[in-house]
């Protein structure tokens, strides 16, 4: 029976094609700037995003520790939204790697950062205050149920940071799947900010690997970051050659997670003890509390037919679809939940 994990996209695996071109990539010493598949991959990147310059990083949250420690100084006050995977799930990086404090704010409805919320947020100068100097946001914000910033919501709130003299970082793990969603190049969501990074190891589905961009002047700093963290690889066309089928293949394919994920939404949300959130583009967040079960009991339920789910709370669980996600595969996992014990069926 498949295994069918809709825990992230990050449990994606390489395509066929992938797996050849690592087979056959024309490999050089990249600390060196010598390996000609990365520098390949980092200027085609950088075009996909429209900034100067890119770089190879090990993973998402490298790539964020490199755009914000680059961009700052030590005691600076960086803003992040509250739910935001910089302040959650980076174990502290900017505070421990950067000696940032971070200051958090509520987002509307979960994610956005309007210019009035940054406005509060901005600290005024004072010997007592740390100072404000960059402000990082999510896009697709993952804990909102992946939904995209637009081109507006984004353009206001890097107009709102460029009158306090603060920097914008993107965290773009997913931007492509926000540009696809809002039927828009990812360079329109990106082109002010002064850096971005994007996985390559989510639904883009290479085995490893994020990008981060900019100016040439950002990048340079970003690779001593890079070298601090021990980031900085040798033969790294490897991961890089993958990344390359990825910019080619894979964005406009994530339409197809899309897809999906409106489907399982549509077949779960008419279960009576089951809410569907609002789902945007290849996140679905489902509570299950109203079957008067536990969640451990629901995952374990999901299990015995071979689909993995993962909870963010004790009964609310996410659910993603990604590259090797078939529309069967969502098929079986809505009748799978129908016939579960606990559902009871409308009449």
């Not at 509250?82 to 987002?107: M, N, Y």
């Not at 991961?239 to 910019?247: E, F, K, R």
Request: neutral net charge.
């Amino acid at each position: 029976m498949k295994k069918i994990d809709l825990r992230s996209d990050t449990v994606t695996l390489p395509s066929e094609e992938m797996l050849e071109a690592i087979r056959t990539a024309k490999l050089g010493d990249d600390v060196y700037k010598e390996d000609p598949t990365v520098n390949e991959l980092q200027e085609k990147a950088a075009k996909k995003v429209g900034k100067e310059a890119a770089l190879l990083v090990c993973s998402g949250t490298m790539g964020n520790i490199c755009g914000v420690v680059s961009q700052t100084n030590r005691g600076d006050e960086i803003i992040l939204e509250q739910t935001s995977h910089i302040f959650l799930h980076e174990v502290a990086a900017s505070a421990v790697i950067g000696s940032l404090q971070a200051r958090t704010v509520v987002g509307k409805n979960g994610y956005l950062i309007t210019p009035e919320i940054l406005q509060e947020a901005v600290r005024g100068k004072d010997v007592h205050y740390p100072i404000s100097s960059l402000v990082a946001i999510e896009n697709t914000h993952n804990m909102a149920g992946g939904i995209p910033w637009t081109v507006s919501e984004t353009r206001q709130l890097i107009s709102a940071a460029r009158k306090h003299d603060l920097k914008v970082h993107i965290d773009g793990a997913r931007i492509f799947n926000a540009a696809i969603s809002l039927g828009v190049s990812a360079q329109e969501l990106t082109k002010d900010a002064d850096s971005v990074m994007f996985c390559l190891s989510k639904g883009l589905a290479c085995p490893i690997g994020s990008i981060i961009a900019g100016s040439q002047e950002f990048i340079e700093e970003a690779l001593r970051v890079r070298k601090m963290l021990g980031g900085g690889m040798r033969q790294a066309g490897i991961i890089a050659a993958p990344g390359l089928i990825a910019l080619e293949k894979m964005i406009d394919r994530l339409a197809e997670d899309h897809k999906n994920a409106q489907r399982l939404k549509k077949g779960l949300e008419d279960i009576p003890g089951i809410t569907t959130h609002d789902c945007y583009t290849n996140i679905l967040f489902i509570d299950i509390s109203g079957l008067g079960i536990s969640g451990k009991e629901f995952k374990a339920a999901l299990a015995k037919h071979n689909i993995l789910v993962s909870s963010r709370w004790e009964t609310t669980f996410r659910l993603v679809t990604h590259f090797g996600i078939e529309k069967e595969d969502i098929d079986f996992v809505i009748e799978t939940i129908h016939n579960l014990p606990w559902v009871k069926r409308k009449n």
